[in-house]
């Protein structure tokens, strides 16, 4: 790899670690969390591919849960986190391209709605503004309780961005289908984990997997529409492979 390539890995691997660990929304039916890491392995693949990302996610996945008391889930994360970020690169390198702006605004237009259903239906209500433990140690992270309206406007703000973003073509429609399609890996990847090894290893009904289900696909449209419009901004700046660095 090229020197810049491993500077790469070590910023979005710090990313990743510090966005993962700032919100943490506790699951009582598997005992995970929900949190905003996709955002920085999404991003990770839009501007630098595969091998970043891959690396940056499961590295900087697995040790927010091992430093935040979800030690039981780092070596899935590990595996999961990685193989969800080199395919969303690859997918990206491979497949990205135009299209039309009318379908760019369609794609715009169902990121968002699914950000609002998942806020009505996941998302709203009392979430810890940072982990209730680190490195060992009990901390008192404050619990905030964010009204429905707040977070429904958060997120119309989001899906608003990621649509202007996709319309300019900053970053194509294409590439904002093309993560989903890799957070899909997560979303499986996760619910095979906690059905045969962590929820057994907890003394949880394997069957309880699939309650993480819904809440996985939600953190990767969420994931996918914080990085788009990040991406279409440091593109414009001059970062990523099609950068004159390059």
């Given at each position: ?118 806020t009505i239906n996941y998302w709203a209500g009392e979430a810890y503004f940072g982990p209730s ?34 319309f300019k073509k900053l970053v194509y429609s294409s590439e904002a289908i093309l993560l989903l ?66």
């Amino acid at each position: 790899m090229k020197r810049y390539d491993v500077v790469d890995i070590v910023i979005f691997t710090v990313a990743v670690y510090v966005v993962t660990i700032a919100i943490q929304i506790y699951q009582p039916a598997t005992g995970g969390y929900f949190n905003l890491g996709e955002s920085m392995i999404y991003l990770a693949a839009l501007l630098y591919g595969p091998i970043v990302a891959g690396i940056a996610g499961g590295v900087g996945a697995a040790l927010a849960d091992l430093s935040t008391g979800y030690s039981i889930f780092a070596p899935g994360t590990l595996v999961i986190k990685f193989i969800e970020g080199v395919v969303a690169g690859f997918l990206i390198k491979r497949f990205k391209g135009g299209v039309k702006p009318m379908l760019s605004i369609l794609v715009g237009v169902i990121y968002t709605g699914l950000l609002v259903f998942f806020t009505i239906n996941y998302w709203a209500g009392e979430a810890y503004f940072g982990p209730s433990e680190y490195l060992g140690f009990e901390i008192s992270s404050p619990m905030i309780n964010v009204p429905l309206p707040i977070w429904i406007l958060f997120v119309l703000i989001i899906g608003g961005l990621a649509t202007y973003v996709l319309f300019k073509k900053l970053v194509y429609s294409s590439e904002a289908i093309l993560l989903l399609l890799a957070g899909s890996t997560m979303v499986l990847g996760y619910y095979l984990y906690e059905y045969f090894i962590s929820n057994p290893l907890m003394g949880r009904a394997p069957e309880a997997a699939i309650a993480e289900v819904p809440i996985n696909i939600g953190q990767a449209v969420i994931g996918a529409s914080i990085a788009i419009p990040l991406a279409a901004w440091l593109r414009r700046a001059g970062y990523g492979e099609t950068s004159t660095r390059s």
